[in-house]
């Protein structure tokens, strides 16, 4: 089994910032891929961002493209998701992910596991 626990979401007016963080453990067996998902109120859950063991690959939806940047920290086994210049429909429930063959691309449509979720809401 893996454990994912994300953090730091929270409740911040539009163009604000907010970063996100996923701790990873359990049986992650390094190399793995990690990433984000969100579900707004009403909607499916959808792609956010990606990023392979390295760091050399990731993904980033288009709605996101320019404000959201991926990162990890190997050492710590955790991915964070810095978010900037927030908007209204940024607002969700952010998933943490993870694909242990390390397959960024393959996150991009799902995971092997899922966080408990953490809730951001961006007011106007």
């Known amino acids: 089994q893996v454990q994912l626990v994300e953090s730091g979401g929270g409740l911040v007016q539009v163009g604000g910032s907010l970063r996100l963080s996923c701790a990873a453990s359990g049986r992650t067996f390094s190399p793995y891929a990690m990433g984000w998902f969100r579900q707004a109120p009403g909607r499916e859950r959808e792609f956010v961002a990606a990023i392979s063991w390295g760091g050399g690959t990731t993904y980033y939806a288009n709605s996101v493209k320019g404000r959201f940047t991926i990162s990890r920290d190997n050492a710590q086994n955790t991915v964070y998701l810095q978010m900037n210049s927030l908007k209204p429909d940024d607002t969700a429930v952010y998933y943490c992910?993870?694909?242990?063959?390390?397959?960024?691309?393959?996150?991009?449509?799902?995971?092997?596991?899922w966080g408990q979720g953490t809730q951001v809401t961006v007011s106007s």
């Open positions: 992910a993870i694909n242990r063959a390390d397959s960024a691309i393959s996150l991009t449509r799902d995971s092997d596991y």
